[in-house]
């Protein structure tokens, strides 16, 4: 990258525009045959695109880390174990598998007598470009939430960051008792940087989640940042 | 991964990795470690070492799909390639003067240009000098720069949207963007 600041703000945008293939055809044709006219332009373009692959590549690359905390535990590790050492381990899985199956089941419980799946937004169907939110939120109250998974999945490909779909997506995973599936959607929400008038259900319902999967811990930090009056009994039964 | 299910189409999961869309990167991402740390611990590598080859070819799978070099049939053929690039990348490092602990990422000149792998595309543009030079620059940008130019750049979310979630306005938003993009191209073009 040679001299600084020949690039102005038009050309960025524009660079931008072909880079992401937004450029309308055109367009596209007269770029591209400056692009052969002028050695000078196309390493500029170049420049500029590297740059902005270097910003995806650099940002996704720390968000791999924040996924790696979140891989589930391996549970066939290698092992090479001698007849005493398996002798000693089975008693100490037996004890421990007791006990994981007691407070396993009172994880169960405990989910069963928490959860209740939101009852969802009212209905009016009023502003149309709404329907498709609001038809597949008539699934959802009526239970039907195949259906309404299906819809609200076609919602979310068109509008990834909307933190209602991602709410109710992760909620009708969760009344569908998928709970896997549901997670990442809560998660989304619970990281949302918007106001959201449902943080704290969504925290709530996270919660939940995580109890029914036995991460305890999990459990206990969401169920604690949201400030429902049910996350808070439940914390209290967590914790005695 | 019921997330990411079998009906879903090859467009969608390929506009969706393209896109960045953390649920469905995170969940390809989660869902596949466990197989390469298994594989990198049986031949002689830490789980350390199955971080960072896993990473890097987690890269290299979402380079190759942006940029068309690859295209999945379904999330299937994503996982398998995915895969066999961290097991040719792990066979590098072995065959590399018994992996010395030097570091090696992409940049490492040594796992370039090894093309004696069917499936291996090497993941060439990702190896530029100027990509990781970028890459270091913005690694070390001031966090409303970075903030800002991931958002747009990473998140691909419009300016709109990034007013009003940094709550200013358009314009300004626009500005500061390009601001920030002139503050990373001269740290990348002299590094200090």
Redesign the interface.
């Known amino acids: 990258?040679?001299e600084?600041?020949n690039?102005s703000?038009e050309l960025?945008e524009t660079i931008e525009c072909y880079y992401n293939n937004s450029m309308d055809r055109d367009d596209r044709i007269i770029f591209e045959k400056k692009l052969q006219d002028s050695p000078e332009f196309k390493e500029q373009v170049e420049?500029i695109k590297?740059?902005?692959?270097?910003?995806?590549?650099?940002?996704?690359?720390?968000?791999?880390d924040d996924?790696?905390k979140?891989?589930?535990l391996?549970k066939?590790?290698?092992r090479f174990l001698q007849p005493l050492k398996i002798a000693v381990a089975a008693a100490i899985i037996i004890a421990f598998g007791c006990f994981w199956f007691f407070s396993g089941s009172s994880n169960q419980k405990l989910y069963a007598k928490y959860f209740t799946p939101d009852p969802g937004l009212p209905t009016t169907m009023s502003n149309s470009d709404d329907f498709e939110f609001y038809d597949a939120m008539v699934n959802y109250k009526h239970g039907d939430y195949d259906k309404a998974i299906q819809k609200w999945?076609v919602l979310y490909?068109k509008q990834?960051?909307n933190d209602t779909i991602n709410y109710f997506l992760g909620l009708a995973?969760m009344s569908h008792d998928?709970i896997?599936?549901a997670k990442?959607?809560l998660q989304?929400v619970t990281e949302t940087?918007?106001p959201f008038p449902f943080l704290s259900e969504a925290y709530y319902y996270l919660g939940l989640a995580y109890l029914k999967e036995g991460q305890i811990e999990l459990a206990k930090e969401n169920l604690g940042l949201s400030n429902t009056e049910q996350s808070q009994k439940l914390l209290n039964e967590l914790k005695n | 991964m019921g997330e990411i299910n079998k009906s879903k189409h090859q467009s969608q999961l390929i506009s969706a990795i393209k896109n960045n869309d953390s649920v469905v990167l995170k969940s390809l991402y989660t869902s596949n470690y466990n197989k390469i740390e298994l594989l990198v611990l049986r031949n002689s590598g830490t789980k350390e070492d199955a971080k960072d080859i896993y990473q890097d070819a987690f890269i290299a799978v979402w380079n190759n799909i942006k940029n068309n070099t690859f295209i999945p049939v379904n999330e299937r053929a994503v996982q398998g390639y995915l895969y066999t690039i961290a097991k040719n990348k792990w066979m590098d490092i072995l065959k590399s003067s018994r992996f010395k602990k030097t570091q090696y990422g992409f940049s490492n000149p040594s796992l370039v240009d090894k093309s004696d792998y069917v499936e291996d595309v090497t993941d060439k543009n990702l190896e530029n000098e100027k990509l990781v030079s970028t890459m270091e620059a913005f690694k070390i940008l001031g966090q409303p720069c970075k903030e800002l130019l991931t958002i747009f750049y990473f998140e691909k979310k419009s300016l709109r949207d990034i007013a009003i979630q940094l709550q200013i306005d358009e314009a300004s938003a626009r500005n500061k963007k390009y601001r920030c993009m002139e503050k990373l191209r001269n740290m990348v073009i002299a590094p200090k």
């Open positions: 990258m040679k600084k600041s690039i703000q960025l420049d590297t740059m902005l692959l270097g910003i995806e590549t650099q940002a996704l690359k720390e968000q791999l996924f790696h979140e891989i589930p391996e066939n590790k290698i999945q490909q990834a960051t995973y998928k896997e599936a990442p959607f989304k940087k918007k």
